[in-house]
């Protein structure tokens, strides 16, 4: 498939967040671009989303159900390949099926659906499809994190022994939602964010981020769960000890009421023999402790790195790299696979580096892990 894949937008409207960071990233290494959207539920600002894109008129849909059937009536030449789904967590699953059933190849931002049903149902709608789904936890496409997994994968710090994990915000720390905030109304409303706050929203970010670096699942969790802000309807709060599949212990933390906090997540993972450390405030860094050596720091695009976190740096050590290019790398592995589906169809997407549908629903059994954990008395309540 010698040419630039085609990309369609679900979310992204004025006002937006997500949505225009995937527009970015999607088309930053030049090997997509984007074709069409339903960027809004109101058609009238979709309308004005597709001009700000600068889209022709047509492609600019009143509605998702409208933009994939329109889609699929177009020559094999012009219609999307994938779509991006960047709208609010109950507004997921719906279109990802719709996407899937009607041969599109399908992006959903985290949470991958409102649900553990729906994510159920999804994993098998994939199966059922035959096309790809990606699930942007965007963490894991930082250069630095691929360094610390590819280091715990060699067992440079022996087998893994505790796991600390936090993402701190402050964005929540008053009620925001109260004044009409889009992004706050929507997170904290559970017809439209599900049964996590922000376990959902953050949570599910240093869940994924602790697996991807450990390489290990967890499998157990003892959680509390809080709503610090007067008439919230969801937890604004959470903190919980870990027990991962192979027996070690961890500590998770996500809160959007830590005042002046912005989007520091950061993980320690320690091995037998030592350490690693990466704090989204400082990407480019990953801090080695070895029981047996000085404390070294490894850059972003320098040669002795791993040939993953080579792979995923794009300019020379000392230039920044950041939030945009990390979701980029998920976004580049998606697409080897989505050219390499187009002459296999049999491919397996678990040789490729982005999360997938297993991954999501992963990350929607931690949320109903966690809050089920914290209505319950018990010390450890395992994943259903
Ligand atoms: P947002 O409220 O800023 O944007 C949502 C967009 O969806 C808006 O443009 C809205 O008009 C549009 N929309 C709503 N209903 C629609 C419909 N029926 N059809 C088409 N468009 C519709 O929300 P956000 O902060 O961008 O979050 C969107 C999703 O992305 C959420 O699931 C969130 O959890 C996720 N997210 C992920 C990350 C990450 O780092 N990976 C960061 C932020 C948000």
């Not at 250069?143 to 060699?154: E, F, G, H, I, T």
Request: with cysteine.
């Amino acid at each position: 498939m010698a040419r630039k894949l085609r990309m369609g937008l679900i979310g992204g409207g004025p006002g937006s967040f997500i949505g225009r960071i995937h527009r970015i990233a999607a088309e930053l290494d030049g090997e997509a671009r984007l074709v069409c959207g339903a960027f809004s539920s109101s058609p009238e600002r979709s309308r004005e989303a597709g001009e700000g894109y600068h889209l022709p008129a047509a492609r600019a849909y009143p509605g998702y159900a409208a933009m994939i059937e329109a889609e699929k009536a177009l020559p094999a030449d012009e219609r999307m390949d994938f779509a991006v789904i960047a709208t609010p967590n109950h507004l997921h699953f719906d279109p990802a099926r719709r996407c899937l059933e009607n041969g599109f190849h399908v992006v959903v931002d985290k949470p991958m659906c409102f649900s553990l049903d729906e994510a159920r149902e999804l994993k098998a709608i994939v199966a059922r499809s035959r096309r790809l789904l990606a699930v942007t936890y965007t963490y894991s496409g930082y250069p630095m994190v691929k360094q610390a997994r590819a280091l715990v994968a060699a067992g440079r710090i022996g087998a893994v022994r505790k796991i600390y994990v936090e993402y701190p915000q402050g964005w929540l720390a008053t009620g925001l939602e109260q004044a009409g905030q889009k992004q706050a109304d929507w997170r904290t409303d559970p017809a439209r964010s599900g049964a996590g706050g922000a376990i959902g929203d953050i949570g599910t970010h240093a869940a994924q981020l602790a697996e991807y670096v450990s390489g290990l699942r967890i499998a157990q969790i003892d959680a509390s769960l809080n709503t610090v802000v007067a008439g919230r309807r969801l937890d604004d709060d959470a903190a919980m000890l870990l027990r991962f599949e192979n027996g070690a212990s961890g500590v998770l933390f996500a809160t959007q009421v830590a005042a002046g906090e912005e989007n520091n997540i950061r993980i320690r993972v320690y091995g037998e023999r030592g350490g690693v450390e990466w704090q989204q405030a400082d990407a480019n860094s990953l801090v080695l402790r070895m029981i047996d050596a000085p404390v070294q720091v490894l850059r972003t695009g320098s040669g002795y790195l791993d040939p993953i976190a080579a792979a995923n740096a794009r300019t020379p050590p000392g230039h920044p790299e950041g939030y945009l290019e990390a979701f980029a790398n998920i976004y580049a592995a998606f697409y080897q696979a989505l050219r390499d589906h187009e002459r296999d169809p049999g491919i397996d997407v678990r040789d490729y580096d982005f999360p997938n549908v297993d991954d999501g629903l992963h990350g929607m059994a931690f949320v109903d892990t966690v809050v089920r954990s914290a209505q319950s008395d018990r010390k450890w309540t395992p994943f259903a």
